[in-house]
């Protein structure tokens, strides 16, 4: 049996190579030009971020007494150039800023693709099983879809967060850095928030595709529930997901900024966006410098995976 | 239609049943940790060992789960551990606060967005249309705390027109619910208006709306009378489905504006870790989640006479 399958699997189609169909997709979203300019947003931040240590900006955390909430363009006695200003510590807002990004896009990133493998778990295992795993899948889901989402984090951020016996555990015994043990908690925060949404859209995909041809033609050669779920239908499904996992993106950015914000996100030091906005909105007026640009870096950046997610979903409804 | 709306109930109380026990589970299932959140850190093991016995935290856990679930449903939550004050009495309060503001923001996004997408949507892919649709693309894009920061940055320290915060502290004031409102307007709007674009554009092309103008009616007839009336009834749903986000975003801004609503009080209660104060909103906020689906999921069969005859 064994046998027969792997003689079978040339006949599949020879798959593009991933390279060109990349290309090919970047040559379509060129047509849209707002998919173009949503594209160039995400591209920025992410250069930004992947470039933060080689950029010729001051250290994030260096702190200057002289210049505390200096407002944008600053140059000091000793021709240091504060072209954003700096915060209520006298640390550069630029530097902050791009700093910040990585942390953001690193924590967004790791948590969207934390959420959706999970979503994608449940949703197709929901959609191709059916049955009472179905059943228990979608009444899970029906049940945290009910939490208004920032209920369902402060619920769980809370109760589990860095302070409860789960954040003194992970950093205590398996000797995490604040920093991570704030960041795996919020994943887990993420995950009970997203990956349900994301399990009902991949459900409704699956319930869809299973019905093709091909996906009986799968299981007459006898192929095995995890191979039709992995390499039939998570693949063909793929293009709406694509779009919503952009749209996805989007929201967990302004969710761990939004929890910066609040609080109950990244611990103090690091450059968290949200956490800068809350920092300089404590000096009022004289704090407003340092509240815009963050809020202009997390609206620029969501934006450009909105208006990403727009382009893609454009040029998917054209073919 | 009341076989469906009971089925829909149904599943609406075992929802909330779940969600009940879950939370009491999260909050009160380890009773230690209770007491040490009512009696405070430095008490020894002996006060809350006693403390434990006298409110009876030693019963079995699902007796006390029902005894919990009882007092929930005649409306007695216990008392605020940081206030020390009946929670109800605060729930009471605060909720109204909220309830002036999404009244406000419910009414004004749902003119806007219903203008703006019907406009948009019965000129597809015209300038109009597309300038709308960007236009809202970028509202929606930006997060409520930094619309927030811009508009306080703009129309209190620049403008000086409006109070930066919203406190009430001098009873009711309109001028201190513009900027909260504005914010809250801002980021929902764009949804609502995509969805009755789509709603109102898909209508436009069916087969009588076509009739209608073949008919010879005037465009304004055909719009208003024909086209309008079919294409909100998806946009309604969703609405009243929205009402889950909009009550993430009254946190946000409520926090913001530091408004005396519900959004702040269940914020704090969680961060000061008042657990009794905690529970109880996150029960009301699921609460109005479950019921505005019930009411979506039935208001949308009412509305949509193909299924309300069928």
């Known amino acids: 049996m064994t046998e027969l399958i792997a003689e079978q699997q040339p006949a599949h189609p020879k798959r593009v190579g991933a390279v060109r169909r990349f290309a090919r997709s970047v040559a379509l979203l060129r047509e849209s030009p707002v998919g173009m300019f949503g594209a160039f947003l995400v591209l920025f931040w992410i250069v930004m971020a992947l470039g933060a240590p080689f950029l010729p900006i001051k250290p994030p955390l260096a702190q200057d007494q002289n210049a505390m909430l200096a407002p944008w363009v600053t140059e000091m006695p000793d021709g240091t150039m504060y072209w954003l200003g700096t915060d209520d510590r006298g640390r550069d807002l630029l530097s902050r800023l791009i700093w910040g990004s990585r942390l953001v896009l690193f924590w967004a990133g790791l948590a969207t693709i934390v959420a959706y493998l999970v979503g994608m778990l449940l949703g197709v295992t929901a959609g191709y099983r059916g049955g009472w795993w179905d059943e228990v899948i979608s009444f899970l889901g029906n049940v945290l879809l009910s939490f208004p989402l920032m209920v369902l984090y402060l619920v769980i951020l809370s109760r589990f967060g860095p302070s409860s016996e789960l954040g003194r555990y992970l950093a205590v015994n398996l000797g995490l850095s604040p920093t991570v043990v704030s960041g795996v908690i919020i994943i887990v925060a993420v995950t009970f928030g997203t990956a349900p949404q994301v399990a009902r859209i991949v459900r409704g995909l699956v319930l869809d595709l299973k019905t093709r041809d091909y996906i009986a033609a799968a299981e007459v050669r006898g192929e095995r529930p995890l191979y039709i779920m992995i390499v039939e239908l998570l693949p063909n499904a793929r293009g709406p997901l694509i779009v919503d996992a952009c749209l996805r993106l989007g929201y967990v950015t302004i969710t761990i900024a939004l929890l910066g914000y609040l609080a109950l996100g990244l611990p103090p030091p690091d450059p968290d966006w949200g956490k800068m906005i809350s920092d300089a909105q404590k000096w009022g007026s004289t704090g407003m410098n340092a509240m815009l640009w963050p809020a202009f870096a997390i609206s620029s950046l969501v934006l450009g995976l909105n208006l990403l997610a727009d382009g893609l979903r454009e040029i998917s409804l054209r073919d | ?310």
């Open chain 2, 1 to 310: 239609m009341l076989h469906l709306a009971a089925r829909r109930f149904a599943s609406m109380v075992i929802i909330m049943l779940t969600i009940s026990f879950v939370l009491f589970v999260i909050f009160e299932g380890d009773k230690f940790n209770v007491a040490t959140k009512v009696l405070g850190q430095y008490t020894t093991m002996d006060q809350r060992l006693r403390w434990l016995e006298n409110n009876g935290y030693n019963d079995p856990f699902f007796f006390r789960y029902l005894r919990w679930l009882w007092n929930f449903i005649r409306g007695d939550f216990g008392n605020s551990i940081q206030f020390n004050v009946p929670v109800s009495r605060l729930l009471w309060d605060h909720l109204v606060n909220t309830g002036i503001l999404a009244f406000f923001v419910f009414i004004i996004t749902m003119s806007i967005a219903l203008v703006l997408g019907v406009l948009s949507g019965i000129a597809e892919g015209t300038l109009r249309d597309r300038a709308i649709s960007i236009g809202s693309v970028i509202c929606t894009s930006v997060p409520e705390f930094a619309s927030a920061t811009i508009l306080v940055a703009i129309f209190v320290f620049w403008l000086d027109w409006l109070p930066g915060t919203s406190p009430f502290v001098s009873g009711f004031s309109g001028r201190e619910l513009v900027l909260p409102v504005a914010v809250l307007v801002i980021y929902n709007f764009g949804y609502y208006t995509r969805m009755t674009r789509a709603s109102m554009a898909e209508v436009m092309t069916s087969q009588y709306v076509r009739t209608a103008v073949l008919k010879g009616l005037p465009r304004r007839r055909v719009v208003i009378r024909h086209a309008l009336r079919n294409a909100l009834i998806a946009p309604f749903t969703v609405m009243v489905l929205q009402l889950n986000y909009l009550l993430s975003g009254v946190i946000v801004v409520e926090v913001f504006f530091s408004y005396k609503g519900f959004g702040k009080l269940i914020y704090e209660s969680a961060l000061f870790g008042d657990i009794y104060l905690t529970s109880a909103c996150t029960m009301v906020a699921v609460f109005v989640a479950v019921l505005s689906q019930f009411i979506s999921d039935v208001g949308y069969t009412l509305l949509n006479p193909r299924i309300r005859f069928s």
